[in-house]
């Protein structure tokens, strides 16, 4: 999901926030604000002064309800709530959205996500590829190293939904999380008889392929 997706979903995200937040025992107006940090997200993890200046002035802050001007810092009070309820409104979205319907085309990959500081004791080395155009631009940076996690997901590659995510510290290999993933996708959605699975090389394995092929998935 992108900031465009979600403005076309804004209500449903909105909808699902309030069930979530409540079930945590806040208001339903507490629920904005942890869509606003879903925009956060969204927008690459821009500073929250940035964050309320968006919402002040882009659609998406009106349909929140925010007000031209608002205190920042309120985001710094919702985010320590938070790390549960985003995960669980995500969960609820996707379920919504992916009800009665099945699974056709699947999408594995995962992403670097740095720790904030060096003295993380939870984070770890790990390799990181560049993109093609970061090695355009640096030829001699065929790999690099990230210090921090990686977040694993398998998504809906027609709608762009995350199904299961997890992340780890970065030395894990991602070929790792493929069975764990895999079967969290089967447990939870409907998958088409003869569906697709989408991954890059770091996937291309004999026992990822005979675990597609004995579900009838076609490897791609």
Do not use: W
Request: hydrophobic share 35%; aromatic share 8%; proline share 4%.
């Amino acid at each position: 999901m992108n900031i465009d997706d979600l403005k076309t979903k804004i209500h449903e995200v909105l909808a699902a926030a309030r069930i979530v937040v409540q079930r945590h025992g806040h208001t339903r107006k507490y629920a904005k604000h942890i869509v606003a940090l879903i925009v956060k997200q969204l927008k690459n993890g821009i500073p929250d002064r940035e964050l309320a200046e968006f919402l002040s002035n882009d659609e998406i802050g009106k349909s929140l309800g925010y007000r031209k001007g608002f205190n920042f810092t309120i985001f710094s009070k919702v985010r320590k709530s938070a790390d549960e309820i985003m995960p669980e409104t995500y969960d609820l979205v996707t379920s919504q959205v992916m009800k009665g319907k099945q699974v056709r085309l699947m999408a594995q990959d995962s992403d670097d996500v740095p720790a904030h500081s060096q003295n993380d004791a939870d984070a770890r080395l790990g390799h990181r590829t560049p993109s093609k155009k970061e090695q355009f631009a640096n030829k001699s940076a065929a790999k690099e190293f990230v210090f921090g996690y990686k977040l694993h997901l398998v998504a809906d590659a027609e709608t762009e939904l995350p199904l299961c995510p997890a992340i780890a510290p970065a030395n894990r290999n991602d070929k790792k999380f493929f069975s764990e993933l895999y079967n969290a996708v089967k447990k939870r959605f409907t998958i088409n008889y003869e569906a697709k699975f989408l991954a890059d090389s770091q996937y291309d394995s004999t026992d990822v392929y005979q675990e597609l092929h004995h579900d009838s998935v076609k490897p791609l």
